[in-house]
């Protein structure tokens, strides 16, 4: 009798179910693995609570941050929108050149103060995360943060997203010691806040959990998922009160599937994938080796200078690479135009992190795999004529960013909520995606994020 009763009950599973009895088979739920419990974090009343306010924290800080980066552009380049690297090229070269020395000036004295008035508190959300249990220092992620966002605003070339990112995580781990939440839960709530700061800024709320599962926390499970969806549609929706809710790239033609693109997505996954690996061993080796010294001083600034020596003749340099991506996604830049900025964004963005700064590397990497798509693409046409750049660029961006985060799904997600299309092209982006990812992943297996965490002791 005890052993029926055990048989149809799920008292085994954790939070405990409202109806006790199985179905009529008599299997239970917990058969389905990723549906057994919550794992170590425990899905409380109270810790809901924090992810609520950890993504109503987290949207607004990713509002203030872009209202800040606005400001600076709007200073450093008559930015009022549309083309940023337009406004870059309406400027003298003097001009340009002024201001990213300027740049790196703000940025060299900036980061010497938080790293050396600042010292011990943590600041790294990934290795807070994967080796740790997610504290981080909300005054030294918020200083980082700004200065981050204030050079990227007068042209320097990293990621806008990082700082949103860091903003979101710390916020959550405030949060966690105010609700004295345990180890675990601290953990999941800075993921998930992570994963939101990057949903909030891109309008990608979906992307931005799938990061959080498969980037931050390396997991699935049904617990993480929700939370990551809860946090990260929290966020993206309290940033639509002051950023509105279009797409990051606007105007991105729905392009159509033709064989000429399935048989290139073979051809150039391999290409990216191979490139890829190159390019993380680069950052990784330019992140273990940047300026920490009083070297920045000058360091810095003449690394800013020389990207602003580039960019005399490629404005689309400058910045995050957005406007770079979003030409190449709408079919704009000529061969020799694709292959001069896929070749150099990597290069001129590792300069700038090898001079100290600290910034994002997801945008300049998509912007870097969408010129190289183009530029595969434009070439592809001579042999096989017919299909619009553009197509293979969203193809290029996909598979460059899927594998160098080691994270295909998250890639294929983020680069279609980015550009509100590419259905179409789904199953060539899933080939070029997977075979970049597993060239990756068999010849190093580093990302972009595990490549930059600091050393042990650092």
Same mark, same amino acid.
């Given at each position: 009798?005890?052993?029926?009763?055990?048989?149809?009950?799920?008292?085994?599973?954790?939070?405990?179910?409202?109806?006790?009895?199985?179905?009529?088979?008599?299997?239970?739920?917990?058969?389905?693995?990723?549906?057994?419990?919550?794992?170590?974090?425990?899905?409380?009343?109270?810790?809901?609570?924090?992810?609520?306010?950890?993504?109503?924290?987290?949207?607004?800080?990713?509002?203030?941050?872009?209202?800040?980066?606005?400001?600076?552009?709007?200073?450093?380049?008559?930015?009022?929108?549309?083309?940023?690297?337009?406004?870059?090229?309406?400027?003298?070269?003097?001009?340009?050149?002024?201001?990213?020395?300027?740049?790196?000036?703000?940025?060299?004295?900036?980061?010497?103060?938080?790293?050396?008035?600042?010292?011990?508190?943590?600041?790294?959300?990934?290795?807070?995360?994967?080796?740790?249990?997610?504290?981080?220092?909300?005054?030294?992620?918020?200083?980082?943060?700004?200065?981050?966002?204030?050079?990227?605003?007068?042209?320097?070339?990293?990621?806008?997203?990082?700082?949103?990112?860091?903003?979101?995580?710390?916020?959550?781990?405030?949060?966690?010691?105010?609700?004295?939440?345990?180890?675990?839960?601290?953990?999941?709530?800075?993921?998930?806040?992570?994963?939101?700061?990057?949903?909030?800024?891109?309008?990608?709320?979906?992307?931005?959990?799938?990061?959080? &599962?498969? !980037?931050?926390? @390396? $997991?699935?499970? *049904?617990?993480?998922? +929700?939370? #990551? /969806?809860?946090?990260?549609?929290?966020?993206?929706?309290?940033?639509?009160?002051?950023?509105?809710?279009?797409?990051?790239?606007?105007?991105?033609?729905?392009?159509?599937?033709?064989?000429?693109?399935?048989?290139?997505?073979?051809?150039?996954?391999?290409?990216?994938?191979?490139?890829?690996?190159?390019?993380?061993?680069?950052?990784?080796?330019?992140?273990?080796?940047?300026?920490?010294?009083?070297?920045?001083?000058?360091?810095?600034?003449?690394?800013?200078?020389?990207?602003?020596?580039?960019?005399?003749?490629?404005?689309?340099?400058?910045?995050?690479?957005?406007?770079?991506?979003?030409? &190449?996604? !709408?079919?704009? @830049? $000529?061969?020799? *135009?694709?292959?001069? +900025?896929? #070749? /150099?964004?990597?290069?001129?963005?590792?300069?700038?992190?090898?001079?100290?700064?600290?910034?994002?590397?997801?945008?300049?990497?998509?912007?870097?795999?969408?010129?190289?798509?183009?530029?595969?693409?434009?070439?592809?046409?001579?042999?096989?004529?017919?299909?619009?750049?553009?197509?293979?660029?969203?193809?290029?961006?996909?598979?460059?960013?899927?594998?160098?985060?080691?994270?295909?799904?998250?890639?294929?997600?983020?680069?279609?909520?980015?550009?509100?299309?590419?259905?179409?092209?789904?199953?060539?982006?899933?080939?070029?995606?997977?075979?970049?990812?597993?060239?990756?992943?068999?010849?190093?297996?580093?990302?972009?994020?595990?490549?930059?965490?600091?050393?042990?002791?650092?």
């Amino acid at each position: 009798m005890a052993r029926n009763s055990g048989r149809n009950s799920e008292r085994q599973r954790v939070p405990q179910p409202l109806i006790k009895k199985r179905i009529a088979s008599g299997r239970g739920a917990m058969e389905q693995p990723n549906v057994t419990h919550d794992g170590d974090a425990a899905l409380t009343p109270v810790f809901w609570v924090a992810i609520v306010l950890t993504g109503v924290a987290t949207g607004l800080f990713g509002a203030g941050l872009m209202a800040l980066l606005q400001f600076v552009e709007k200073l450093a380049f008559s930015y009022h929108g549309g083309s940023y690297q337009a406004a870059v090229a309406a400027t003298s070269n003097v001009h340009r050149l002024s201001t990213m020395v300027l740049a790196g000036v703000i940025g060299a004295i900036g980061w010497y103060l938080v790293r050396r008035y600042l010292k011990g508190e943590k600041a790294e959300i990934d290795d807070a995360l994967w080796n740790g249990d997610g504290e981080l220092s909300v005054r030294r992620s918020f200083a980082t943060s700004v200065i981050s966002e204030v050079v990227i605003g007068m042209g320097a070339s990293i990621g806008r997203e990082a700082a949103p990112k860091l903003m979101g995580g710390a916020s959550a781990s405030l949060l966690s010691h105010w609700f004295h939440l345990s180890s675990a839960q601290k953990r999941l709530l800075v993921a998930c806040g992570g994963g939101a700061g990057l949903a909030a800024v891109y309008n990608v709320p979906l992307g931005g959990a799938i990061f959080t &599962a498969e !980037v931050m926390l @390396g $997991s699935f499970a *049904l617990p993480t998922v +929700l939370t #990551a /969806l809860a946090c990260t549609l929290i966020a993206t929706m309290t940033a639509w009160l002051f950023l509105g809710d279009r797409a990051t790239y606007v105007d991105v033609t729905n392009y159509h599937l033709s064989g000429s693109i399935m048989v290139w997505s073979l051809v150039a996954g391999v290409i990216i994938g191979i490139l890829a690996v190159g390019y993380v061993r680069l950052l990784g080796w330019v992140s273990a080796t940047r300026t920490k010294s009083v070297n920045v001083f000058w360091q810095m600034p003449l690394a800013f200078a020389v990207v602003g020596v580039v960019g005399f003749k490629y404005p689309q340099l400058f910045g995050n690479g957005k406007d770079m991506a979003h030409d &190449a996604f !709408v079919g704009v @830049g $000529s061969l020799g *135009l694709l292959f001069a +900025l896929f #070749a /150099l964004k990597p290069l001129v963005t590792t300069l700038t992190v090898a001079s100290g700064a600290s910034g994002g590397v997801f945008t300049p990497f998509m912007a870097t795999g969408a010129a190289l798509g183009g530029f595969l693409g434009v070439a592809w046409n001579h042999l096989w004529p017919g299909s619009p750049v553009g197509a293979f660029a969203l193809i290029g961006a996909a598979a460059m960013i899927g594998a160098a985060m080691q994270a295909p799904l998250a890639g294929l997600v983020l680069v279609i909520e980015l550009t509100h299309t590419g259905f179409d092209l789904m199953v060539p982006m899933m080939l070029a995606t997977t075979i970049a990812t597993l060239i990756v992943r068999h010849i190093d297996g580093y990302s972009i994020y595990s490549a930059r965490l600091p050393g042990h002791g650092e």
